[in-house]
């Protein structure tokens, strides 16, 4: 079946006609639902899963809206647009940028007493107390570029394509802000289970940063090191996928 899109902000890749359990998956800065779409062909067709990849403003169909800059309003939008598809179990993923705006959301939908997530999968990011802000969406241009090619994120001929990141960069800037201007606050730790993923080679959420994610649950905590560096979600998907099916099993089996 085509892809769908549940609103605005959400679109299923993958639609089920029987009752499916929800994988919601939010992109790194910069990065749009098709960089999910691989993960389409490592699904097994028994896990009942569909991807739902977080629809941001500024790209793809929603390219002349205003870019979102700031995480808090972010997430009372996002809360909102979720509500009508929260009627059957549902899961977060997210990378990097991703992982902090999914952990702000279940931190959003608990304090509004609404359905919490299963699990919470997080990928390539320090734990929210322990974030660092390098300045990136201050940078000039030059700057900006230098630091998108070291962390290895941006194919190199988009990178020198002058009219390409003209048209990329503002993207990118309002992305880095909703991260670098993220201001933490401590909560109950939130009623769901959560997996922490990292890259061995990831300078920008080291494998030693990652354990502090358990205090943010008050159910079960597990993490995973995987090969690669911060974007080893691009080649290591297969391996991630297959945790993360892993987890999701149990209530999978458990739907009528």
């Known amino acids: 079946m085509p892809a769908t899109h549940l609103n605005a902000w ?11 359990l929800r994988l919601f998956c939010f992109p790194y800065a910069g990065g749009n639902s098709a960089i ?32 979102v800059t700031d995480l808090a309003a972010l997430v009372q939008t996002l809360s909102q647009a979720l509500q009508p598809h929260l009627d059957q179990p549902f899961a977060f993923f997210g990378h990097s940028l991703g992982a902090l705006i ?5 931190r959003q939908l608990q304090a509004q007493g609404a359905p919490l997530p299963l699990h919470l999968f997080v990928s390539g990011c320090r734990a929210p107390q322990l ?55 401590e909560q109950r730790p939130l009623a769901c289970d959560i997996s922490v993923f990292g890259g061995l080679n990831d300078l920008e959420a080291p494998a030693a940063s990652l354990p502090a994610w358990r205090q943010h649950t008050s159910l079960s905590f597990s993490q995973h090191v995987l090969p690669g560096d911060h974007f080893f979600l691009h080649t290591h998907y297969d391996l991630m996928l297959k945790i993360i099916a892993d987890r999701l099993k149990p209530a999978i089996a458990a739907k009528p």
């Open 10 to 20: 959400f679109k299923c890749l993958n639609p089920s006609s029987r009752e499916a």
């Open 131 to 185: 974030l660092r802000n390098k300045g990136l969406h201050t940078l000039p241009d030059q700057a900006l570029l230098a630091e998108l090619q070291a962390l290895k994120g941006t194919p190199q001929q988009v990178l020198n394509n002058p009219e390409l990141m003209q048209w990329l960069l503002p993207t990118l800037r309002a992305d880095f802000s909703i991260f670098e201007t993220y201001i933490y606050h």
């Open 36 to 67: 999910f779409r691989p993960w389409l062909n490592q699904l097994p067709a028994s896990a009942q899963i569909e991807l739902c990849p977080l629809h941001l403003p500024g790209r793809e169909a929603r390219l002349r809206e205003l870019l």
């Open 102 to 106: 999914s952990f702000e959301l279940a």
